[in-house]
């Protein structure tokens, strides 16, 4: 059973920037794509982005397309979700996940949470005013 583990999550101002980091223990790794998602306190779990197997291609939810990023390296076995002019909505418990499938998985595929098999514990990501 592959183990995520987030970090770098904390206490943000409104407009700063955070990096979160999502390494795995998984020996295959750079066979899978990786999608951050969060959640708020009383919503749904939220996609919020996803990176495929070998990086080429990154797909965002459009409240979070301009200002996050994700980023991977293989060689590290760690994915990043690069966050910029944060939002107070942005605040959020912040999980990464592996897809179920290896390589290539579709777009639409990427945004939904039963796409993807294991998660991290997640990490608090708060924005303050």
């Known amino acids: 059973q592959v183990q995520l583990v987030e970090s770098g999550g904390g206490l943000v101002q409104a407009g700063g920037s955070v990096r979160l980091s999502c390494t795995s223990s998984?020996?295959?790794?750079?066979?899978?794509?990786m999608g951050w998602f969060r959640q708020a306190p009383g919503k749904e779990r939220e996609f919020v982005g996803y990176?495929?197997?070998?990086?080429?291609?990154?797909y965002y939810a459009d409240s979070v397309k301009g200002r996050f990023t994700i980023s991977r390296d293989n060689a590290k076995n760690t994915v990043y979700l690069q966050m910029n002019s944060l939002k107070l909505e942005d605040t959020a418990v912040y999980s990464c996940?592996?897809?179920?499938?290896?390589?290539?998985?579709?777009?639409?595929?990427?945004?939904?949470?039963?796409?993807?098999?294991?998660w991290g514990q997640g990490t608090q990501v708060t924005v303050s005013s």
């Open positions: 990176i495929s197997w070998n990086g080429g291609s990154t």
């Open positions: 998984g020996r295959t790794f750079s066979n899978y794509a």
């Open positions: 996940a592996r897809s179920r499938s290896m390589f290539v998985i579709a777009t639409m595929t990427a945004t939904r949470p039963q796409s993807y098999d294991s």
